[in-house]
C-alpha cells in the first residue's frame, strides 16, 4: 500500500525530450492504467517509478519518501516485464524465490513463501520446470509470481500481455485484476492497448508525445476526452470528426453545407470559433437520404460484427464511421442521410485540441446524461 | 550513437550500450582490473619501449639512462639496408603466397561441404583438423615430407638429382613455408567459410533455385557476393597473420631458419633475430613501428567495413 | 539439396575426396613415418604403410625431447592461461558492458589497442619486463617521489612468466562482452528490481548463462596456448621449465647423419597430439569461439 507522487517529471536522452513535465497523483491501492501510443513515453515513466531510468528533472516520492536516487531494490516495487524476463537457467521455483535469496530470507521461510506463492498464481505443479519448458501464459504467471512474492508496496507491468494471444490475455486480464484487489498495493500497469486499460483501471491516464492528456476514470475519459487525441485514441472504430466553424448565433456548426444543431448551452461560449466537432459512432443514426436535418452521405462498406454492424459513409471524401444495432441493412453506394444528435456533439478547440467545455459542473452533468443513458 | 525517435517508445537505439546498467564508480575498475594490470606490464610498457627504442640508440643489455636521442635515423639505417627491402619483398610475395593458396583450397571445400550431401558432415569434421596443429609441428612435419632426400617429394630427385631441394634453393623453401602456412591456415578459413555460407538463408538459395539458376551459378551469382563480407575479414586476417603472426616466425623457425642464403627471412623473423642475435634493438625496434603501421593500416580498412556491415544488418 | 544432379555430386564428393587426401595425408605420413625404422623412413618413394617401431620410436622421442617435464609444463602452463583468461575476461567485459562509467571508452579501446601489436613486434621489451616486472613501478614511484625502491620480480624461468603475458591480450574479453550484449537487457532489470547487486549478478545471473560461451573459449585458449612457441622458446632458458613446444626444437634432425625422421615424427605426434583431441571431441565448442570472438 502506497502512494505515489509524480512532480514535474522529465526526461531526455541527449537532444531528444521523452517526457515533458509530468505530474501525477496514484493513491494507495489504485489500479492506475497508462495508455498512449508507442513512443509515447509511458514505459519511461513506469522504469522511472521503478528506478530503472535516470529522472532528467522532477522528483518521484513513494509513500511521501522521494525516491529519486534510491536503487530499485530499495524503493519497495516489483515489476513484471514485457517479455517476462525470467532467469534462463534457474527453476520456476529458483526464479519466484531468487529476490527472498537476495534478501539472505532462510531457506525454509523461502520456501513456504514459493509454495504460497505458486498457488496463488497456479504453478504448483510446475516449480521445477525450467522458463524454456513452459508455455506463454505459465512463463507470464511465474514473472507475476517474482512480482508478488516480495510483497511489495507498488506493483509495475509493462505491457505484460502483449506477447500473450487474444485468448489468453482476456483471462490474465481477469487474473491480474483479481489479483489486485486480493494484495491491494498500488498497481501501476502500462500498455498501449484500450481494451486493457478500459477494463483494468481505476484510474486511467492517456498520454502522447511525453505529455499526459488526461487523467480519469475509464468512463469519464471515453465520455468526456478532453483533448481531440484522447477522443480518437479510445474507442473502437474511433470518434468521428469533421472541422467547422460554431455559427454566431452558437446553436449550429455546418457540415458539408448543412446545419447542423449543437448544445446551445456550449455554442454560446464558443460563437464564431473554428472548432473540430466529435460524435462517437455509437451516438450517428442513420436515415433515409432527404430527411430533415440530416447530412447526405454515401454508405462506403458494412462490418459484420455479428451482434451489431458498423456502417463506414462517406460525406464530402470523408469518413465517417456508425456504429449501429442489428435492423435496417444498407447496400454499399446507396445515399443515406446522417443524424447526429445535438447533444452528443464534443467540441475541441481546431487550435489547441482542448475540448471546449472542460469545466467540472459540465463535466458532472455530462456524465448524469450519460449514465442515464 | 544511432538515435530513433519513432521507435517503440522512443529509446535510444544503441548498439554498443546496454540500457540496463549499475551505478558505481569503483566497481567498474576493480572488475577491470585484472586485465588492466596485465595489459600495462605486458602491452604498453614493452609497447612504449618499442617506440623509444626507435627513435634512440642503446648500449646492449643494462644500459640505464644512457639512452641517445637519434629522431628518424634507425629508420634511415633500416631504409638504406637492401637486406632489409629483400625480406619485405619476400613477406609479402609469402603473406600473398600463403593467403591466396589458402583460402582457395578453403573455399573450394566450403562450397563443395555447403552442398550438405550425405556424409559432408566428416568432412567437415576432418577438415577443420590443421588449426589444431601449431605452426612449429606443421613446420617440422612438413619439412620431413618436402625433405629432399626422405619423404613425399625426395622421389623426384631419384629422376634428376636436385630437381626439389629447399635447403639449397631458395625458391624451393619459400614454397615450402608457403605451403606449410597456407595448410594450416585451411582449417580457420573454411570454418569461417563454413560459418559465413551457413548464415545465408536457405530460403534465399531455394528462392534462386526457383528462379531456374543452377548450383554453379548461384554459387557466382549468391554465394559469393553474399560471402563477401567473410572473404574480405579472412583476406584481412591472413595477411596480417601471415605478414607478423606467430606461426609465420614458428613455420620459418623449424623449417628454413629464413635460409638457404636468407630466402625465407620474412620481416617477422628478421626482427626476432636481429634483436636477439645481433642485439640490434634499434632497428628491431624500427622495423617493428614500420610492421605496426601496417597492421594498423589492415585493422583500419577492417573495421572501417566491419562497422558498415553492422549498419547495414 | 535442392536439385538432382548426379554429375555435379560426383564432382563435389571427387573434390571432397582430394581435400580429404590434402588434409589427412600428412598427419598419415606423420604417423606412418613415426612407426618405421630408420631404414624404412629414409626409403624413396616413401613407404605409406606403418611399420612395427612405433613404440621404440615414441621412446627415443620421449628421452631425446625430455618429454615428460615438457608435456608437464605444457599442461600446467595451458590450463593456468585458460582459467586465467576465461576470469580476467568475464570481470572485464562485466566493466564494460555493465557500467557506464566515463572511463569505459577508454578502457575498451585501451584492450581493443592490443589487437593491433602482436607479441613477435614487441617481443625483447615484453622479454626485458619479465626479467624485471616492478621496472616500471620503481620508475613510477621515483619519477613522483625521488624515492629508489630495489623492487624486484624476476618471471622468467616460471610459470607466471609463461602464462602472464599470455592472457594480457583482448580475444576474451571481446568473446564475452560479444556474449553479454545478446542477453536481453530486461534480465539485469529483473535482476535489479529483485535486489541483487552487480556482483550478486554477476555470480548468480551471468556466470551460469555464459556456460557454453566460458567452454568456447576455453577451447579455443587452450589450444593456442599450447601452440605457444616464440614466447616460451625466449623466456625459459633453462631446461626445467621448457614447453612441449620448445621441446620440438630438439627433435629436428641433424644433417650429418641419416636424418631420423622416425623419431622426430613420433615426438611431433606426441606433441601435436593434446589440442588435435581437444578439436575433435569439443570441435562444436571451438568452432563456436572461434567464430564469436572474430566478429
Keep these: 500500500m502506497a502512494e505515489i507522487s509524480i512532480k514535474d517529471i522529465r526526461k531526455s536522452y541527449g537532444r531528444t525530450q521523452i517526457l515533458h513535465g509530468v505530474d501525477l497523483n496514484f493513491k494507495s491501492g489504485e489500479f492506475v492504467v497508462i495508455l498512449g501510443p508507442s513512443g509515447c513515453g509511458k514505459s519511461t515513466l513506469l522504469r522511472m517509478i521503478a528506478g530503472l531510468e535516470e529522472i532528467s528533472s522532477g522528483e518521484i516520492s513513494i509513500d511521501g519518501t522521494v525516491v529519486n536516487d534510491l536503487e530499485p531494490r530499495d524503493r519497495g516495487c516489483s515489476m513484471v516485464f514485457q517479455n517476462y524476463a525470467l532467469y534462463p537457467h534457474m527453476s520456476v521455483a529458483a526464479n519466484i524465490g531468487y529476490a527472498l535469496k537476495v534478501a539472505g530470507v532462510p531457506r525454509a521461510e523461502r520456501d513456504r513463501r514459493i509454495a504460497e506463492t505458486a498457488r496463488i498464481v497456479g504453478l504448483e505443479e510446475l516449480l521445477d520446470r525450467k522458463p524454456a519448458q513452459l508455455s506463454g501464459g505459465q512463463r507470464q504467471r511465474v514473472a507475476m509470481g517474482r512480482a508478488i512474492i516480495r510483497e511489495p508496496k507498488v506493483f509495475l507491468f509493462d505491457e505484460p500481455l502483449s506477447n500473450l494471444d487474444a485468448k489468453l490475455r482476456v483471462q490474465m486480464r481477469v487474473e491480474i485484476r483479481r489479483l489486485h484487489k486480493r494484495l491491494s498495493a498500488t498497481s501501476v500497469f502500462v500498455t498501449h492497448d484500450q481494451v486493457e486499460a478500459m477494463t483494468l483501471a481505476d484510474k486511467l491516464i492517456v498520454m502522447n508525445k511525453g505529455h499526459v492528456e488526461q487523467v480519469g476514470t475509464p468512463l469519464e475519459i471515453y465520455h468526456r476526452p478532453r483533448t481531440r487525441f484522447v477522443g480518437s485514441f479510445i474507442g473502437s472504430p474511433a470518434m468521428n470528426f469533421f472541422d467547422s466553424t460554431v455559427a454566431p448565433e452558437g446553436n449550429f456548426v455546418l457540415f458539408d453545407g448543412i446545419r447542423v444543431a449543437i448544445d446551445p448551452a456550449l455554442g454560446r461560449d464558443n460563437a464564431g470559433k473554428p472548432v473540430a466537432a466529435g460524435i462517437r459512432p455509437e451516438h450517428c443514426r442513420l436515415v433515409s437520404a432527404g430527411t430533415a436535418n440530416s447530412v447526405p452521405a454515401i454508405v462506403d462498406f458494412v462490418e459484420e460484427l455479428g451482434s451489431g454492424r458498423i456502417v463506414h459513409v462517406e460525406i464530402d471524401g470523408q469518413n465517417f464511421a456508425v456504429a449501429m444495432d442489428e435492423g435496417q441493412l444498407f447496400e454499399a453506394g446507396s445515399s443515406v442521410g446522417l443524424q447526429l444528435p445535438a447533444e452528443h456533439i464534443q467540441l475541441f478547440s481546431l487550435e489547441t485540441g482542448l475540448r471546449l467545455d472542460d469545466d467540472v459542473p459540465a463535466l458532472k452533468r455530462t456524465i448524469k446524461t450519460t449514465v442515464a443513458a | ?313 | 539439396m535442392i536439385e538432382r544432379t548426379p554429375i555435379l555430386n560426383a564432382v563435389t564428393y571427387f573434390i571432397m575426396f582430394l581435400g580429404l587426401l590434402l588434409i589427412l595425408g600428412p598427419f598419415w605420413m606423420i604417423f606412418a613415418a613415426s612407426t618405421q625404422s630408420l631404414a624404412q623412413v629414409n626409403t624413396v618413394p616413401f613407404n605409406f604403410m606403418p611399420g612395427a617401431d612405433f613404440l621404440h620410436n615414441l621412446q627415443a622421442a620421449w628421452q631425446r625431447a625430455n618429454l615428460g617435464p615438457a608435456l608437464f609444463n605444457s599442461f600446467v602452463t595451458s590450463v593456468l592461461v585458460m582459467t586465467g583468461k576465461i576470469v580476467v575476461a568475464a570481470l572485464s567485459a562485466f566493466a564494460i558492458v555493465y557500467f557506464r562509467s566515463p572511463l569505459r571508452h577508454v578502457f575498451f579501446w585501451m584492450v581493443f589497442l592490443t589487437l593491433m601489436l602482436p607479441l613477435e613486434v614487441r617481443v625483447i621489451p615484453t622479454y626485458n619486463i619479465a626479467a624485471d616486472v616492478f621496472a616500471p613501478v620503481r620508475w613510477l614511484i621515483q619519477t613522483l617521489t625521488g624515492i629508489e625502491l630495489s623492487l624486484q620480480w624476476n618471471l622468467l624461468n616460471s610459470y607466471s612468466g609463461l602464462v602472464l603475458p599470455l592472457i594480457a591480450t583482448a580475444t576474451g574479453t571481446f568473446l564475452y562482452r560479444q556474449f553479454y550484449m545478446t542477453l536481453p537487457d530486461e534480465l539485469a532489470e529483473a535482476a535489479k528490481m529483485d535486489g541483487a547487486r552487480p556482483w550478486r549478478f554477476f555470480i548468480d545471473i551471468l556466470l551460469p548463462l555464459s556456460r557454453t560461451n566460458m567452454l568456447a573459449l576455453a577451447t579455443i585458449m587452450f589450444v593456442y596456448a599450447w601452440n605457444q612457441y616464440l614466447w616460451p622458446k625466449l623466456m625459459t632458458t633453462e631446461a626445467e621449465y621448457r614447453t612441449a613446444m620448445v621441446a620440438m626444437r630438439t627433435l629436428v634432425p641433424s644433417v650429418n647423419s641419416l636424418p631420423e625422421w622416425n623419431i622426430s615424427m613420433a615426438g611431433a605426434l606426441i606433441i601435436m597430439l593434446p589440442p588435435l583431441i581437444v578439436v575433435a571431441v569439443l570441435q562444436r565448442w571451438f568452432v563456436r569461439g572461434l567464430v564469436s570472438t572474430e566478429k
Design chain 2, 1 to 313: 550513437m544511432a538515435f530513433l525517435a519513432s521507435d517503440e517508445e522512443a529509446e535510444p537505439v544503441d548498439l554498443m550500450n546496454k540500457r540496463a546498467v549499475f551505478k558505481s564508480w569503483w566497481l567498474p575498475i576493480a572488475f577491470a582490473m585484472p586485465q588492466l594490470l596485465l595489459i600495462f606490464f605486458f602491452f604498453y610498457w614493452p609497447a612504449t619501449s618499442v617506440l623509444t627504442w626507435a627513435f634512440s640508440l642503446e648500449p646492449a643489455f643494462g644500459g640505464v639512462g644512457e639512452r641517445l636521442f637519434v629522431g628518424w635515423d634507425n629508420f634511415r639505417e633500416v631504409f638504406a639496408d637492401t637486406e632489409y627491402w629483400r625480406s619485405v619483398s619476400l613477406s609479402l610475395l609469402f603473406a600473398f603466397g600463403a593467403t591466396a593458396l589458402s583460402m582457395f583450397i578453403a573455399f573450394v571445400l566450403a562450397i563443395c561441404v555447403d552442398r550438405q550431401l550425405k556424409g559432408s558432415g566428416l568432412f567437415r569434421f576432418f577438415y577443420i583438423w590443421p588449426y589444431a596443429i601449431a605452426a612449429p609441428a606443421v613446420g617440422l612435419a612438413f619439412r620431413f615430407i618436402f625433405a629432399p632426400e626422405s619423404g613425399l617429394i625426395a622421389v623426384v630427385n631419384t629422376w634428376s638429382p636436385d630437381l626439389w631441394n629447399p635447403a639449397k634453393f631458395g625458391s624451393h623453401a619459400m614454397i615450402l613455408v608457403v605451403v606449410c602456412f597456407a595448410w594450416k591456415w585451411i582449417g580457420y578459413n573454411f570454418i569461417f567459410m563454413t560459418a559465413g555460407l551457413q548464415s545465408i538463408p536457405r530460403s534465399l538459395i531455394e528462392a534462386s533455385a526457383m528462379d531456374g539458376s543452377g548450383p554453379v551459378r548461384r554459387a557466382f551469382d549468391l554465394q559469393i557476393p553474399l560471402l563477401a563480407p567473410t572473404l574480405f575479414f579472412l583476406l584481412v586476417l591472413n595477411l596480417t597473420e601471415s605478414f607478423v603472426g606467430p606461426d609465420t616466425y614458428g613455420i620459418v623457425d623449424l623449417t628454413t631458419e629464413g635460409g638457404p642464403n636468407k630466402s625465407t627471412d620474412v620481416m617477422v623473423y628478421r626482427i626476432v633475430s636481429e634483436a636477439f642475435r645481433g642485439l640490434n634493438y634499434s632497428g628491431a625496434a624500427a622495423q617493428s613501428l614500420v610492421l605496426i603501421a601496417l597492421i594498423m593500416l589492415f585493422t583500419f580498412i577492417q573495421f572501417r567495413y566491419v562497422e558498415r556491415r553492422v549498419h547495414y544488418k
